[in-house]
């Protein structure tokens, strides 16, 4: 079962508000990984960490999302001015390495609601 | 564009069935093909994975089959059981590149 600590699990904010989303990963896992997971069940990745380090993220985050892994801190999410598209599941993964082939363990995820 | 197609979208079985569930995929540098199962209210869990080396691999009741000249590949649940009844989601990546393309996920009801 994955270890992965997500919070809060539920998050609401009015449109133009601040979203901040916490994970920690599973105790030893470097890479972590976040993805937004929509109402049609369909996954955008957002950005991932080796360590304190970015190794991807995709345009969207660059712009209105940031994200870090601090050193012995949890990792966070923050939508700094939410829209109602943003509505979505946001789910942390870590895993032991940066291969493709490792596995990623997820967390229960945060549900946020823009209205 | 999406480069993972998951079918069905929904699936029905009754307790004792066998479950199919198959994925297709564009990208000819995927190698390695994951499936999640995911509960409601909780994140995806690895069910069983392949490599685009082998064939076939077994975990107990769930089998998932890979064909490489088709770029296709399947998940196969013997002995559906009412606890299966979850969505399940296939994902393919390359090596090099870390995060993986999901499909879109079969939400399976298994009947007692």
Same mark, same amino acid.
């Given at each position: ?57 995709? $345009?969207? +985050? ?10 012995? %801190? ?11 598209? $943003? %509505?979505?599941?946001? /789910?942390?993964? %870590? ?6 082939? $490792? +596995? ?5 995820? +945060?549900?946020?609601?823009? /209205? | 564009?999406?480069? !993972? ?23 000819? *540098? &995927?190698?390695? &093909? ?18 685009? !080396? ?8 769930? *089998?998932?089959? &890979? ?19 979850? *969505?399940? &989601? ?10 993986? *393309? ?11």
């Amino acid at each position: 079962n994955s270890k992965v600590i997500q919070t809060p699990r539920y998050l609401v904010k009015g449109q133009g508000q601040k979203a901040k989303m916490r994970c920690i990963p599973e105790k030893g896992h470097p890479v972590v990984f976040w993805y937004q997971q929509n109402k049609n069940n369909e996954f955008k990745f957002l950005i991932n960490f080796q360590n304190q380090e970015v190794l991807q993220q995709i $345009d969207m +985050t660059e712009k209105r999302f940031s994200a870090e892994c601090p050193s012995n %801190s949890p990792c966070s999410l923050e939508i700094q001015s939410s829209e109602a598209g $943003d %509505s979505a599941l946001y /789910l942390c993964a %870590s895993s032991l390495s940066m291969g493709n082939q $490792d +596995t990623q363990y997820f967390g229960p995820g +945060t549900r946020l609601l823009v /209205l | 564009q999406q480069q !993972v197609r998951q079918s069905p979208q929904s699936l029905t079985v009754w307790e004792g069935g066998t479950t199919v569930l198959t994925c297709s995929y564009e990208d000819s *540098t &995927f190698n390695y &093909f994951p499936w999640y199962q995911q509960f409601p209210g909780e994140g995806p869990a690895l069910l069983i994975s392949i490599l685009s !080396v082998s064939d076939k691999k077994e975990d107990g009741r769930f *089998t998932t089959f &890979f064909n490489k000249r088709e770029k296709k590949l399947s998940l196969h649940i013997i002995d559906s059981q009412p606890g299966d009844s979850a *969505t399940y &989601f296939c994902a393919a990546s390359a090596g090099g590149n870390y995060k993986p *393309t999901f499909g879109k996920g079969t939400s399976l009801v298994v009947h007692p």
